[in-house]
């Protein structure tokens, strides 16, 4: 007696569906039954296509970014809506990684070098707090407040809106304002950029500019993908992506 053994493809062995189900697939060309995920939700293509617009930004800092944003306005927080700005300290110091953004327009209205803390790192900010003298950046989400004439000139105050995170900004001094440390020279010179005390500095040729179009009531974001912030931002914490779409439709209507 001979025995007759057949060998079937593991990939052609019939799944746990209907048999309507297999009927169905049969009858379907190849790259339906393999490209199923091949098409973007309307809601995932609306989302990407604005954040694409701003591509000098990485792509987490800009939706962690909206997310922020929205929930801060939703909380009346937020006084000059067309404008917020993205410091992305995902880049190293010697590339320019604080991003003025128009919402409205999903433009790039500035954009220039920034300083970390010089306890944050070298080149890259690595370490961030929260706490007094600790010369070290704090990230989360900003109000861009009132502006004064101190130490370094014309300068922007910065309230903290993440308790534990940053809300001791304005008592440790944490603002946006000029500095000769901030410029290609000194990375020419040094290969890395100058660093503040925890202030996001700016090029003494830009800082006026960009103080100017932010202050008032805007939101700032200083990003970096830091786990321990971003498992406990107060603000994050209620970040959903599938959420985006609507803050994407909500700006297209303010």
Not at 41 to 58: G, I, M
Not at 77 to 91: E, H, L, P, R, Y
Not at 134 to 154: C, P, V, W
Not at 155 to 174: M, P
Request: hydrophobic share 35%.
């Amino acid at each position: 007696m001979i025995a007759l053994v057949i060998f079937f493809p593991l990939n052609s062995l019939p799944t746990y569906a209907s048999d309507a189900a297999n009927n169905m697939a049969a009858n379907l060309p190849a790259s339906s039954l393999f490209d199923l995920d091949n098409t973007q939700s309307p809601e995932k293509s609306v989302v990407k296509d604005y954040v694409d617009c701003f591509s000098v930004v990485s792509e987490d800092a800009m939706k962690y970014a909206l997310s922020g944003y929205a929930e801060l306005n939703n909380e009346g927080k937020i006084s000059k809506k067309d404008i917020i700005t993205i410091v992305d300290f995902s880049k190293p110091s010697t590339e320019e990684r604080m991003f003025v953004i128009n919402l409205k327009t999903k433009q790039v209205i500035a954009k220039s070098l920034c300083a970390h803390g010089k306890n944050s790192g070298e080149i890259w900010a690595q370490n961030f707090s929260n706490n007094a003298e600790s010369y070290e950046s704090s990230l989360g989400f900003y109000i861009a407040s009132e502006t004064y004439d101190g130490k370094h000139g014309y300068s922007l105050k910065l309230d903290g809106q993440e308790a534990g995170i940053n809300d001791n900004a304005r008592e440790r001094g944490v603002v946006v304002h000029g500095a000769d440390y901030v410029s290609k020279q000194f990375i020419a010179s040094t290969g890395r950029l100058g660093r503040s005390q925890g202030c996001p500095a700016l090029p003494l040729e830009q800082y006026e500019k960009i103080i100017s179009l932010i202050k008032g009531g805007s939101c700032l974001f200083i990003y970096h993908p830091n786990k321990y912030y971003r498992t406990h931002s107060p603000i994050l914490k209620h970040y959903n992506e599938s959420c985006l779409a609507d803050v994407v439709s909500d700006l297209g209507e303010q």
